[in-house]
């Protein structure tokens, strides 16, 4: 051992004569044999310090010259010979490590509709265990998904132990959601210690639980959450058996958006005329895409609580891979966006459901109503123009346009002159549908023509037909001048795409759809959504 350590002290003095090549970047290199590191004399006076340093050892490159390498090791800096070190070419390194150590506090990130979105903080120190890089960023396990940090952050390692101190628990999976900033825990000498933090409304999986803590798994190792700081997913956040206001809906789509993150995202497409945001959904992440819509009329509004309970169920139904009445949700919605506008005429459905006084000018929709509070049969917005007669669809011929505001029929001044109506046609020619069907009350009929003629008006009959059986409703007959102004009517003559207009539930005249048919609706048009965007991928 003497005569060795005397042959390397040689060699190492030697090559401190020689120059040194450039400096690489921070990185991490394995020792293959046991060895020492070489410390130079500071000063005249000191001695030489050789400190042994067992084979499989990480170490800390600071500099690589032609026969030695500078390193760092639990604060000793010195020389390592090149021959005692596993060494690999420059890029190979970092492919070929599994492991990586911040360096420094860290950045979580999540992918979220291909963006990198900041979810949390790792600290310095801490050792995972990768699955990739890319962009810049380095992937490991955080759940069921994928976190990233940025590359600067960190080092790589070929070998690493990782750290434990978390207890394996009871087989606990659930999907869960942070409700405010958490920490992600792990026994150190005894004592709880923190690795990294997440934000409030991150979303992952769990994996099993422990006393008072749920266990999740990142980077290859686990870590524990308060359970007090964590929801778990219910997998129902729609009640469709009462009626909808505009401010639950909201809520209820932002909780889609948040626990469907990876298939789920929610915009805005524009304003209502008292200023309320016109909320599109989207489901699914495939190119195909096809447009769902509810309540352009104001008293319709059981046709909000028809297209949310679709978006609830099938987000549940890709999560849990099911189906429903044949039609696959997770294959479906992996080829296919479906996108949903549950409610196209906020200000009008909260005058229905709430009064005059939801209205920013409650004095201004009084008289507009006669003085009446009662406002059970109004169909328009807040102007008092209907929103289904104002696509530019032969608009100028609309039958029983009373000539001015009203409650329901008025076309409004030109087509498009309401900004609901202008929002659907504009997201509408942001996209390209590939069919559309736009939801109404009530009378249990389908239209499903306009102007449509041979190949066409084939390929949408047997769309419509399709529709019909599945619900039971009648297809209403084409006309040989119909009206026109109805975001069908336009949608078809414009898109030449097959569009519907389905009116649910049987007839109940000049008024909202009573709450108790909701359940024979349902039955009637659950998997309709999922219909539809099957028949872009056939």
Same mark, same amino acid.
């Given at each position: 051992m003497?005569?060795w350590?005397?042959f390397?002290l040689?060699?190492?003095?030697?090559?401190?004569l020689?120059?040194?090549?450039?400096?690489?970047a921070a990185?991490y290199l394995l020792t293959?044999?046991d060895?020492?590191i070489?410390?130079p004399?500071?000063?005249?006076?000191q001695?030489?310090?050789?400190?042994p340093?067992p084979?499989r050892?990480?170490?800390k490159?600071i500099?690589?010259?032609e026969?030695?390498?500078r390193? /760092?090791?639990?604060?000793?800096?010195?020389f390592i010979?090149?021959?005692?070190l596993?060494?690999?070419?420059?890029?190979?390194?970092?492919?070929?490590?599994?492991?990586?150590?911040?360096e420094?506090?860290?950045e979580?990130?999540?992918?979220?509709n291909?963006?990198?979105?900041?979810?949390?903080?790792?600290l310095?120190?801490?050792i995972?265990k990768?699955?990739?890089?890319?962009?810049?960023?380095v992937?490991f396990?955080?759940?069921?998904?994928?976190?990233?940090?940025?590359?600067?952050a960190v080092?790589?390692?070929?070998?690493?132990s990782?750290? =434990?101190?978390?207890q394996?628990?009871?087989?606990f999976?659930?999907?869960?959601i942070?409700?405010?900033?958490v920490?992600?825990?792990?026994?150190?000498n005894g004592?709880?210690?923190?690795?990294?933090?997440l934000q409030?409304g991150?979303? #992952?999986q769990?994996?099993?639980?422990?006393r008072?803590?749920?266990i999740?798994?990142?980077g290859?190792?686990?870590?524990?959450? #308060?359970?007090?700081d964590?929801?778990?997913y219910t997998?129902?956040?729609v $009640?469709?058996f009462?009626?909808?206001t505009?401010?639950?809906m909201v809520q209820?789509?932002?909780?889609?958006?948040?626990?469907h /993150?990876?298939i789920?995202?929610?915009?805005?497409i524009g304003k209502s005329?008292?200023g309320?945001?016109?909320y599109?959904?989207?489901?699914?992440?495939?190119?195909?895409?096809v447009?769902?819509?509810?309540?352009h009329?104001?008293?319709?509004h059981i046709?909000? $609580?028809?297209?949310?309970?679709m978006?609830?169920?099938?987000a549940?139904?890709f999560?849990?891979?099911?189906s429903m009445?044949?039609?696959?949700a997770?294959s479906?919605l992996?080829?296919?966006?479906?996108?949903?506008?549950p409610?196209?005429?906020?200000d =009008?459905v909260?005058?229905?459901?709430?009064?005059?006084?939801?209205?920013?000018?409650?004095?201004a929709? #009084?008289?507009?109503?006669?003085?009446?509070?009662?406002?059970?049969?109004?169909?328009?917005?807040?102007?008092?123009v209907?929103l289904?007669r104002?696509?530019?669809a032969d608009w100028r011929?609309?039958?029983?346009n009373p000539?001015?505001?009203?409650s329901q $029929?008025y076309?409004?001044?030109?087509?498009?002159?309401?900004?609901?109506s202008?929002?659907?046609?504009?997201?509408t020619?942001?996209?390209?549908?590939?069919?559309?069907?736009?939801y109404?009350?009530s009378?249990?009929?389908?239209?499903?023509h306009y102007?449509?003629?041979?190949?066409?008006k084939s390929?949408?009959l047997a769309v419509?037909?399709?529709v019909?059986?599945?619900t039971g409703y009648s #297809?209403?007959a084409p006309?040989s001048n119909?009206?026109?102004?109805?975001?069908t009517d336009?949608?078809?003559?414009n898109?030449?795409?097959?569009?519907?207009?389905?009116?649910?539930?049987?007839y109940v005249g000049s008024r909202?759809?009573?709450?108790v048919?909701?359940? /024979?609706?349902?039955?009637?048009?659950n998997?309709? =959504?999922?219909?539809?965007?099957?028949?872009?991928?056939q």
């Amino acid at each position: 051992m003497k005569k060795w350590l005397s042959f390397s002290l040689i060699v190492l003095l030697l090559s401190a004569l020689l120059p040194s090549t450039a400096a690489q970047a921070a990185s991490y290199l394995l020792t293959k044999v046991d060895t020492t590191i070489y410390t130079p004399p500071s000063s005249a006076e000191q001695q030489a310090v050789l400190t042994p340093i067992p084979a499989r050892t990480n170490v800390k490159v600071i500099e690589e010259q032609e026969t030695r390498v500078r390193v /760092s090791w639990q604060g000793i800096n010195g020389f390592i010979a090149k021959e005692d070190l596993i060494i690999e070419e420059n890029g190979q390194a970092e492919a070929s490590s599994s492991y990586i150590r911040l360096e420094h506090d860290a950045e979580l990130f999540q992918k979220k509709n291909g963006a990198y979105v900041k979810t949390g903080r790792l600290l310095t120190g801490e050792i995972f265990k990768k699955t990739g890089t890319e962009n810049g960023y380095v992937s490991f396990v955080l759940g069921n998904t994928t976190a990233y940090v940025s590359e600067t952050a960190v080092t790589y390692l070929p070998e690493a132990s990782l750290a =434990g101190g978390v207890q394996p628990g009871y087989v606990f999976q659930k999907r869960a959601i942070t409700r405010k900033t958490v920490d992600l825990l792990y026994s150190k000498n005894g004592r709880l210690t923190s690795l990294g933090r997440l934000q409030a409304g991150t979303l #992952l999986q769990t994996r099993a639980a422990y006393r008072d803590y749920y266990i999740v798994d990142i980077g290859g190792r686990t870590a524990y959450i #308060l359970k007090a700081d964590m929801t778990l997913y219910t997998g129902n956040y729609v $009640n469709p058996f009462k009626t909808m206001t505009y401010e639950q809906m909201v809520q209820d789509l932002k909780e889609l958006a948040l626990w469907h /993150s990876d298939i789920a995202s929610l915009e805005v497409i524009g304003k209502s005329v008292d200023g309320r945001s016109l909320y599109a959904l989207r489901l699914g992440t495939g190119k195909e895409e096809v447009l769902l819509n509810g309540s352009h009329h104001a008293r319709e509004h059981i046709t909000t $609580n028809v297209v949310m309970e679709m978006a609830d169920q099938y987000a549940h139904l890709f999560h849990t891979n099911g189906s429903m009445h044949g039609y696959p949700a997770r294959s479906i919605l992996k080829k296919t966006s479906i996108y949903m506008v549950p409610m196209v005429n906020p200000d =009008g459905v909260s005058l229905v459901q709430l009064g005059a006084g939801s209205a920013k000018n409650k004095d201004a929709i #009084l008289k507009l109503n006669g003085g009446s509070t009662n406002f059970s049969a109004w169909k328009a917005n807040i102007r008092g123009v209907d929103l289904n007669r104002q696509y530019p669809a032969d608009w100028r011929n609309i039958c029983c346009n009373p000539g001015k505001p009203s409650s329901q $029929n008025y076309k409004g001044p030109s087509p498009l002159s309401e900004p609901e109506s202008k929002a659907m046609y504009d997201f509408t020619l942001k996209h390209s549908f590939k069919a559309s069907a736009a939801y109404h009350s009530s009378g249990q009929i389908i239209y499903w023509h306009y102007y449509q003629s041979g190949a066409r008006k084939s390929r949408d009959l047997a769309v419509a037909k399709r529709v019909s059986q599945k619900t039971g409703y009648s #297809l209403v007959a084409p006309q040989s001048n119909p009206s026109g102004g109805g975001y069908t009517d336009w949608f078809i003559q414009n898109e030449q795409k097959p569009g519907l207009t389905i009116e649910v539930s049987p007839y109940v005249g000049s008024r909202p759809v009573p709450i108790v048919y909701f359940s /024979s609706i349902w039955q009637q048009n659950n998997s309709v =959504g999922l219909m539809l965007a099957n028949e872009t991928i056939q």
